[in-house]
């Protein structure tokens, strides 16, 4: 998949107009407003440093600004890296599908650390610029546009790291609602695309519980790619109540194992 064009940005007729309507942006983005006026670039910090005098801006880390009154770790998320999207817990956060808001991942290609603020923990995923494209949407967020994964590569991007995704039962939960707007050909698809029969007998597991209505070939997809022994959904989280849940081949936790039941 090629990679989506830049975000367009509404047009604005000043700096202090460029500033207020974006409530996060990156000096970078402030820079090239003012080479599109024909105006020097370099008065961008200056700009900047007088609004953060006033208390009007904040930093978030170098290079990222925002409204000291806005708290929304998506829109935050979308301005650390040039690059971002929004990805795991971010890209369900952004769509209110998160358990909370104290953590928003996304991915990028560009080498960056984790970004802590107004407490909210923003991890980056690093990946080849080859692995950021694929499957990712462009949505809108007051006002601003930002790129996030889609909700089929998001479940299957929580199920590969479920230490970068809400617990398996919320997920689960989250995934049984959503599941009648799910495209189950493209979450197929990108679970097997993962290369982890793991990863595409969790994906089969949700599934099933979401009574999601599978192909013939659908299924022998997921039963061929998937595990093939019996494995533990979550090994290091096993209990002595944990089940085998054998069309899957996995051995899930009790509170997993009631959404099965239901299915």
Same mark, same amino acid.
């Given at each position: 998949?090629?990679?989506?064009a830049p ?7 000043s700096?202090a107009?460029?500033?207020s ?6 000096l ?19 700009t ?7 208390g009007?801006?904040?930093?978030v880390r ?24 929004l990805?795991h817990?971010?890209?369900l956060?952004?769509?209110?599908l ?5 953590g928003?991942?996304?991915? =990028? +290609?560009? @080498?960056t /650390?984790i970004?802590?603020?107004a407490?909210? %923990? ?5 990946v *080849?610029? &080859?692995?950021l494209?694929p ?25 590969t ?8 039962e919320?997920?689960l ?5 959503t ?10 698809? =990108? +679970?097997? @695309?993962s /290369?982890?029969p793991?990863?595409?007998?969790? %994906? ?5 519980c *979401?009574? &999601?209505?599978?192909?013939?070939k659908?299924a ?11 494995t533990?959904?979550?090994r290091?989280?096993?209990t ?19 959404f099965?039941a239901?299915a």
């Open positions: 998949m090629t990679k989506p975000l367009e940005s509404r047009p604005s007729t700096p107009d460029f500033i309507q974006r409530r996060v942006f990156r970078d983005e402030l820079r090239a407003e003012y080479r599109a006026m024909g105006r020097k670039p370099s008065a961008a910090h200056d900047v440093a007088y609004h953060l005098g006033t009007r801006l904040v930093v170098r290079g990222v600004y925002t409204h000291a009154e806005c708290s929304d770790p998506p829109l935050i998320a979308s301005k650390l890296t040039a690059d971002a999207v990805s817990e971010g890209a956060l952004l769509r209110g998160a358990l909370d808001d104290h928003c991942c996304f991915l =990028t +290609a560009t @080498r /650390g970004t802590r603020y407490g909210c %923990v923003y991890q980056p995923i690093r *080849a610029p &080859s692995s494209w499957d990712v949407e462009t949505l809108e967020r007051s006002g601003q546009a930002l790129r996030a994964t889609t909700l089929e590569r998001t479940y299957v991007d929580c199920l790291r479920l230490d970068r995704s809400p617990p398996p919320h997920l939960k989250t995934f049984v609602a599941a009648p707007t799910l495209d189950v050909d493209r979450i197929i698809f =990108t +679970a097997r @695309r /290369g982890s793991l990863v595409t007998s969790r %994906v089969a597991f949700f599934l099933a *979401a009574r &999601s209505a599978l192909t013939r659908q022998q997809h997921l039963e061929r790619d998937g595990v093939q022994v019996p533990y959904f979550l290091s989280a096993r002595k109540n944990d089940a085998l849940i054998s069309p899957c081949n996995l051995i899930v936790s009790a509170k997993l194992r009631r099965w239901g």
